[in-house]
């Protein structure tokens, strides 16, 4: 992204005075949430900063938790250490039980082509190459995956409905520990940004997408 974009984009969240996940009157969050969601064909999307976090959104979201097992076959080193860090054992081969896709500038345009090889129930999509900071997110068709995803982020969607009243609608769906793993507004738009443009500058020079 061109650096006068990337200060146009920053200068609004700014003045906006909205730069935490937690506001209610945000928009940058959701406006990449329905992003991801349109671009894979995914009905839901969970936001957070890292793509261990989505990793272990994308797990908990299942009910993969501490002594599980999952197929380990199709995971890269990398995540298989996370993935056992969390107490989670891959074993065997089998169908994975998510995918990952990771988008840098060069190939942010490829979103939906690498979405629509994934067959597994969730994808976790790595947004942190994109050059604005870690962030990640989670998507999926199944709602359930999606409600427990979100309540393992602290002061995730479900929190601010109930926060102030310190009611708790769903006490099913709340993990024995909740993590910061909010996505800052400020990222998002630069993500957000980014990936409309690698589409856009496609469209301009007649490129495949």
């Not at 061109?2 to 009157?25: N, P, Q, Y």
Request: contains cysteine.
């Amino acid at each position: 992204m061109e650096l006068f974009d990337t200060a146009m984009v920053l200068t609004r969240v700014m003045t906006s005075g909205v730069v935490m996940s937690i506001e209610k009157s945000d928009r940058e969050l959701p406006g990449l949430e329905r992003l991801l969601t349109k671009r894979t064909k995914r009905s839901h999307a969970v936001l957070v900063n890292s793509r261990t976090a989505a990793i272990h959104a994308a797990l908990a979201g299942q009910g993969i938790v501490h002594g599980d097992r999952i197929p380990g076959e199709s995971l890269s080193p990398d995540t298989r250490a996370f993935v056992n860090w969390l107490g989670v054992r891959t074993t065997g081969t089998g169908a994975p039980a998510f995918d990952e896709i990771s988008l840098d500038a060069h190939i942010a345009d490829r979103l939906a082509e690498q979405a629509a090889l994934a067959t597994a129930p969730t994808v976790v999509v790595d947004l942190t190459e994109l050059g604005f900071g870690p962030a990640a997110a989670v998507l999926t068709d199944d709602p359930t995956v999606w409600a427990r995803a979100e309540r393992l982020k602290i002061f995730g969607a479900h929190d601010l409905r109930t926060m102030w009243t310190q009611e708790e609608s769903r006490p099913d769906l709340v993990p024995g520990v909740q993590f910061n793993y909010r996505l800052s507004p400020l990222v998002a738009a630069c993500a957000r940004m980014a990936l409309m443009q690698a589409t856009r500058k496609n469209v301009e020079t007649g490129a495949r997408l």
